[in-house]
């Protein structure tokens, strides 16, 4: 069994595939064989250590997702170097505190946009000795030592007789060494650095595939379209070191954006996203049917529907019968089969995290032929904690623990208020230069407080209920969990985002991202014309039409947790816009801040 990352990257160069890694170059996705990856990590590998860099040093990556991330990453991991993560999504400051804190004495850049935000705080990283640049252009003065990608490709050449040198040193890796420091995301505050082993990530990834096999089934010719950014753990464990693992191609997808033609580029077998990809994508599909007159409203309704009754057989991993079997094959043929087309044809196996996943969405895809497993886990955890298994799927649920114990002690486990703990070999070393945030991380018995509340099914599936720290109290001491009745929100065709608002008040509110496409749509139909979409979200109408969706989800809850009042915003909240995290989670600190006045107009005095 494997126990380094260095070990693992040796281990796997046995599939001898043509397409290890692939990213898009021009017009086309451009190749790279296993063993041109193992050349040009070898060769980056002699040149970092030739110019003096030893284990523990710290190596921060401020880059999008590409193959020269993994072959640093690999390189790294041989010669004991510690890598630093960056979202390339961070502002100039955001990065500063993470080079500083890290204490990084080198750092890789992809772009001239990405560089600025090094330059510009030149003076607060007085570690920082050298940039590497990849497609930058390297500044004719500057305070720091500069190299390119090439340059050191072409010194490792140079070492070429010392090549066979370089598995060894990756052979003298241990377990227990520091392979990477991931900093959270800070929805709530700063974010702190987690120390994760060459132990944590390989035994996260060996248990997760132990798990994931039988329903995955690799086969020679596969391939993941990496779309999440590999600075965010779930992509790295998941849609990386496990694709790679397994000798699945790793395919990069341009952007966001251009998934949907990626998709179709690439054809993979395997993705791995967030919910919000999913939803995005279930998004596109019903905004398409809907607007196409009555008959395609009414069939993708049907279709619908039939997919809510047949899942429930696939879950089990069986099939549907009889009548029910039939209604499932004509909504293939009329819906379903050309879904599938626009994913590539090819997709046969999703794994979400981060969220939840609204259960309409996941039928959708299941009843579509395209199983989403859902998964949850954190950064300080590797990331995976639990899985959901082939024929045991729950909606609302994220699977059995991967592990029952470790070392005699169960590997989750509930305190008396629900919060998840763990205790396995996943769980990070503590937080970088931070011993009092570590502290408050782990009880006296030594389990990691995952800071999520949960339960367990009879069958030991785990659902997550919310975050410790987003929990709304409102004056009345009444607790609610803003992030299911976001969900339920979120499922509405009219509503693309949604962020509760009420702690310490007397009643629930609601900031509003409406899904824009639909809401111009109805708009016309009512003959309502607006010069801007600020126009149109801002209008008494559109802002009744909402909140009568709101009131069918409120139609479901107890009275002090019904949405009382809501707000319309006109941009959709993002990573860009600071908003939310790479990971696409709300930011609730920042969103708090950023609409004050709106939130506080909600709520007038007295109330």
């Known amino acids: 069994m494997v126990q380094t990352i260095a070990e693992m990257f040796y281990e796997t160069l046995r599939f001898d595939l043509p397409d290890a890694f692939a990213s898009k170059i021009g017009k086309a996705y451009v190749p790279i064989s296993h063993q041109e990856l193992q050349a040009r990590v070898e060769r980056l590998a002699l040149a970092l250590h030739a110019r003096g860099l030893k284990v523990g040093d710290r190596i921060a990556f401020l880059a999008e997702n590409r193959p020269e991330w993994a072959i640093a990453d690999f390189a790294c991991a041989i010669l004991g170097l510690v890598s630093v993560p960056i979202y390339h999504t961070l502002t100039s400051e955001q990065t500063a505190f993470i080079v500083q804190h890290s204490g990084a004495k080198w750092i890789m850049v992809s772009t001239n946009a990405q560089l600025a935000k090094i330059k510009a705080t030149w003076d607060r990283l007085p570690e920082l000795e050298a940039v590497l640049v990849l497609d930058a252009a390297v500044p004719e003065e500057a305070p720091k030592t500069f190299v390119t990608w090439e340059q050191l490709q072409a010194e490792g050449a140079s070492l070429e007789p010392q090549r066979p040198e370089v598995r060894q040193w990756a052979m003298e890796r241990v377990p227990e060494e520091l392979l990477t420091l ?12 987690a120390m994760l082993s060459h132990g944590n990530l390989t035994r996260n990834i060996l248990d997760t595939v132990e798990v994931a096999v039988t329903a995955l089934r690799p086969e020679r010719g596969d391939r993941c379209l990496s779309v999440l950014p590999i600075s965010h753990v779930f992509e790295r464990t998941g849609g990386y070191y496990a694709m790679f693992y397994l000798g699945i191609a790793i395919y990069y997808a341009e952007s966001l954006i251009s998934l949907p033609a990626n998709l179709l580029e690439v054809q ?12 995005k994508i279930y998004a596109r599909v019903r905004d398409v049917a809907t607007s196409g007159g009555l008959v395609k409203r009414l069939a993708f309704g049907w279709a619908s529907s039939t997919c809510h009754r047949a899942v429930r057989h696939l879950y089990l991993n069986r099939q549907p019968r009889g009548l029910l079997r039939l209604q499932l094959e004509m909504a293939d043929r009329i819906l379903l089969s050309k879904v599938r087309e626009k994913t590539g044809g090819r997709l046969r196996f999703c794994v979400t995290g981060g969220a939840a996943l609204n259960p309409r969405i996941m039928e959708f895809f299941w009843a579509m032929g395209v199983p989403i497993y859902e998964g949850y886990g954190l950064t300080e955890t590797s990331p995976i ?3 959901n298994r082939l024929g045991k799927v729950r909606p609302g649920y994220v699977g059995p623990p991967i592990l029952k114990e470790f070392e005699g002690r169960p590997f989750l486990k509930l305190a008396s208020d629900g919060e998840i703990l763990c205790s396995g070999p996943n769980v990070m070393q503590g937080y970088w230069r931070n011993e009092a945030a570590t502290r408050e991380v782990f009880d006296a ?11 367990f099914d009879r069958l030991g599936r785990v659902k997550i209920t919310d975050r410790k720290k987003e929990i ?8 609610i969990a803003p992030q299911p009745i976001e969900n339920d929100l979120r499922a ?3 509503i693309e985002q949604a962020v ?8 629930i509110a609601a900031l509003i991202v409406p899904h824009l496409p639909a809401l111009r749509e109805w708009c016309q139909r009512k003959h309502l014309v607006f010069a801007d979409d600020s126009e149109m979200v801002a209008h008494p109408k559109v802002l009744t039409k909402i909140m009568t969706r709101v009131n069918r989800v409120n139609a479901h809850l107890s009275n002090y947790e019904k949405v009382r009042k809501i707000a319309l915003l006109d941009r959709e909240m993002t990573a860009e816009n600071g908003l939310m995290t790479a990971s696409l989670k709300v930011r609730r600190r920042v969103v708090n801040e950023v609409y004050r006045e709106t939130i506080a107009s909600l709520f007038p005095a007295g109330e």
């Open 182 to 193: 991931i900093y959270t995301s800070g929805t709530t505050g700063d974010p702190k650095g």
């Open 268 to 279: 993979p077998a395997v993705l791995m996203a967030v919910p919000r990809i999913f939803e």
């Open 385 to 387: 904690l639990t899985l």
């Open 445 to 455: 018995d030594g389990y990691f407080l995952t800071g999520d509340v949960g339960e």
């Open 472 to 479: 709304i109290v409102t004056n009345a001491g009444k607790n």
């Open 492 to 494: 509405d065709e009219y």
């Open 500 to 507: 509760l608002v009420g702690d310490h008040k007397n009643y």
